[in-house]
């Protein structure tokens, strides 16, 4: 299963895009909501991170999301303006899968 990264941050995306991980930018909750719709379509697409500014404005939709859906999982990232630099986007995924350190 693939990881991709859902953003409202273009510094997110290409950061991780440098790191293997597909992912698009989006302007706001309603290209977001669509695309995870079209995403929740791909078998291959087993997680979808989406930085913390986006999921602010999307979070009825994530937790409705989650409800009804078992994959791909969605997980909340940091991004550059969330404030919390010392957040490992590594460490979110590791817990989101059920690893723990």
Same mark, same amino acid.
Do not use: H, W
């Given at each position: 299963?693939?990881? !991709?990264?859902?953003? #409202? ?72 303006? #969330?404030?919390?630099? #010392?957040? #490992?986007?590594?460490? !979110? ?9």
């Amino acid at each position: 299963m693939r990881l !991709y990264v859902v953003s #409202s941050c273009e510094d997110t995306v290409t950061g991780l895009r440098l790191a293997g991980i597909d992912g698009t930018v989006v302007s706001d909750a309603k290209q977001a909501e669509e695309l995870i719709e079209r995403l929740r379509q791909d078998p291959g697409i087993g997680i979808v991170l989406i930085n913390r500014e986006l999921m602010k404005r999307v979070d009825d939709f994530v937790r409705e999301f989650r409800k009804k859906n078992t994959l791909p999982l969605i997980t909340e990232i940091p991004d550059t303006f #969330s404030g919390k630099g #010392s957040d #490992s986007i590594a460490r !979110y995924v590791r817990e989101a899968v059920g690893i723990r350190e």
